[in-house]
């Protein structure tokens, strides 16, 4: 076999073994695509599906969304007690009527009615 020259202007060109060069380097580029592109994969698996990934992120937006609301519901909660405490301390006559209802008291000379339910759902006569 002999050997040829090829001048560097040749699009393609061969060395004394056969192999085409540029054959090579294309598979070399497409090694180097297949591990990107592998790579690339499983940088979003681990993005997407880890425990601290996109879909726990998610999850987690979600309950604090509802601990939120929670938090605005005891706020007003409390705003409310707070008011409530304020009237006490500060109105007598919301403090006695509240002292009657809870304690059952009355004044000189009034008369308490207290209604009892009974336990069964029969209806007695």
Known sequence: ???RRFSGDQKYSKTATGIDLNRRDSGN???FYVILVSVLVIVVAILVFNRHGLIALA???GDVDSISLSIDSLQTEIDSLESEI???M????????MVREILGWGREGEHIVRFSRSDSTEIPF
């Not at 500060?90 to 009527?97: A, C, G, R, T």
Request: net charge positive; hydrophobic share 45%; glycine share 4%.
């Open 86 to 88: 304020e009237r006490i």
């Open 59 to 61: 999850g987690l937006r």
């Open 29 to 31: 580029w497409r090694l």
């Open 1 to 3: 076999m002999a050997l």
């Open 90 to 97: 500060n109105d007598s006559l919301y403090l006695e009527k």
